[in-house]
Structures are given as C-alpha cells and as structure tokens.
C-alpha cells in the first residue's frame, strides 16, 4: 500500500478554523489524473493542490488544482497555502523572505512568502491578465437566481460583467451587505443564468465596513455550495473595477473580506497596477496557519 503525505492548511486567515481549509499533497509526481481527482473527492474541500518535482529545476514545484468535480488551471488559496507550506518547511524557524515559482496549469506563479513575528503571508502574482469572457448576463435573471430584487443588483458604476484570467467568474455587484446576506443561488433560475453566462461560478460583492468590499462567491454546479475565500476571482475582480471606473492610473491596494456569512471569515488584500494601456500586474496576498497533517492512502484501479 502505497501512502503520500500530505497537510491541511487554513487560507487567507491568521486564525485556525476560520478562512478557506485547503489540502496540500506531496510527493504526487506519480499520481495519475484520476488518481488526483480520486483524492480530491475524498478531501471535499473546495480545491486540493497537488506537489511534484518541477518541468524546470530552477522553480520550486510543479503543481495541480483540482475541485472535488475537476481539475482548474489556476486558483488563488491554494497557491497561497501551498508556498507557505514549502517555505515553512524550508525556513522551520525565525523570520524569513523567499521567493519561489510554482508551475500551474494556467502558467509560472512568481510567490513571496514572509515570516515575521511568528505571522507568514505569501504573495503571488497572477499568471494571466484577465479579460473579458464570452456570455450574457440577463439583468431579471441574475436577480432570480440570487433570490433578489432588481433594485439590489448593483452600485455606482458597478454592472453585472463576466471576466476570465485562467478561471472565469460572473462578477454581481449587490446595493448593500443586507442583499449581500440575503442571496443564494435559486433553482431552476441558477443553472439557466450559469449557462447564459458559461461559467460555474458567481463572486458578488458590496462596498464594506470594515474593508473595502464584502465579497461572497456560489459554485454549486461544481460541488462548492459556497466558498470561504476565492483567490483568483479577487484577482480577476481588479477587471470589474477598472470596468467601473474605480481604479486610477498607478498602484492601488484593496482590503476584501469572504466567508463572514459562513462563519468563515477570510481577508484578502488585493493589488492592482495600472498602467496608460491598462493592468499590467495583479497581486494577491494573504496568511495561512497549519491544521492537520497525516498520510493519504494512493487510490489503487482509477
């Protein structure tokens, strides 16, 4: 019987059993897909990352995302988690700075990863630039599916829209945190605006009290109800902003916070360069803190 380890993190949270859990396995180069996938399912989390030897010996790790449905190009707790993961094994004590590359489906992810006073943060820099997708977003079909009034859906200059960078999300900008904890997708209205929109995935948000925005983000169709943090769509996100007109030429930092309404509560602190032509860097940080650690048994016949 054949056995990997592997280590469970929680993500974009200083504090243990808040933010988003994440599973990290190492020693993967030998899995198959299916095996992968097999191993994901067990886990249930909303994404289970998966380590191997780098293609390239000058990067860290090659790596592989899967939700308990499907393997995704690129996300951003688990690229969080899992170079916090490495650095800490690497650094196991006093404060720190280093740098690694992780090889993602969706291309190189540059991350830093500090310690400093017994709190590690990591940084990553987003591997693809996000644009716009393909799809429509029927305005009394959006609120439908989220069980709310037309009169909830949006903000200032803040719209519907549809953004891609790896992943794609339908991006719902809601009138105040009172419709924020209200939505939930409605069925037979969810899965007929998913497919207008040809994503799996909803992030909505409202302007904050305590941050900038309040985010919350619904995948049902590919088996995550609801997530606690949704790295890559607050990456993505610095698209809907500038289509909003809310972001200025420079560099300009968010604060976001997810997963209060799950009793989950993650912050994640988004950063934006923007150039004369447009964006021309995303950054995502945030914390993570160990729970659990153990060993896997490899799925054999899959």
């Not at 489906?105 to 006073?117: D, I, M, Y």
């Not at 943060?121 to 305005?139: C, D, I, K, M, Q």
Request: glycine share 8%; hydrophobic share 45%; aromatic share 8%.
């Amino acid at each position: 019987m054949t056995m990997l380890d592997f280590h469970t993190l929680d993500v974009f949270t200083a504090q243990a059993y808040t933010g988003n859990p994440l599973a990290v396995v190492l020693g993967a180069g030998a899995l198959s897909v299916a095996q992968m996938q097999t191993i994901a399912r067990e886990f249930n989390l909303s994404e289970t990352i998966f380590v191997m030897p780098p293609a390239n010996p000058a990067h860290t790790a090659r790596v592989r995302i899967f939700f308990p449905t499907a393997e995704i190009p690129f996300a951003g707790h688990p690229t969080i988690g899992c170079a916090i993961l490495l650095a800490s094994q690497q650094h196991p004590e006093g404060d720190f700075t280093a740098d690694l590359v992780l090889e993602e489906e969706a291309g190189l992810v540059p991350v830093r990863v500090t310690r400093k006073s017994g709190r590690i943060e990591a940084e990553f820099t987003a591997p693809v630039l996000p644009f716009a997708a393909p799809g429509r977003t029927p305005l009394d079909l959006v609120g439908k599916a989220l069980d709310l009034a037309p009169d909830q859906i949006g903000f200032g200059n803040h719209a519907p829209g549809l953004w891609q960078g790896g992943p794609a999300f339908l991006y719902v900008p809601l009138r105040d945190l009172e419709a924020l904890a209200k939505a939930r997708p409605i069925e037979p209205h969810w899965s007929e605006l998913i497919d207008h929109a040809g994503v799996d995935s909803a992030w909505i948000y409202t302007p904050g009290q305590d941050c900038d925005f309040r985010a919350r983000m619904f995948s049902p169709n590919a088996g995550i109800p609801e997530d606690p943090a949704t790295g890559s769509a607050t990456a993505i996100f610095a698209a809907q902003l500038r289509a909003a007109r809310d972001l200025r030429q420079g560099v300009q930092s968010f604060h976001i916070r997810q997963g209060v309404e799950m009793g989950r509560a993650s912050d994640l602190a988004l950063t934006v360069d923007l150039g004369p032509e447009g964006l021309t860097a995303i950054r995502i940080r945030g914390a993570a803190v160990p729970i659990s650690e153990g060993r896997i048994r490899v799925p054999e016949g899959v």
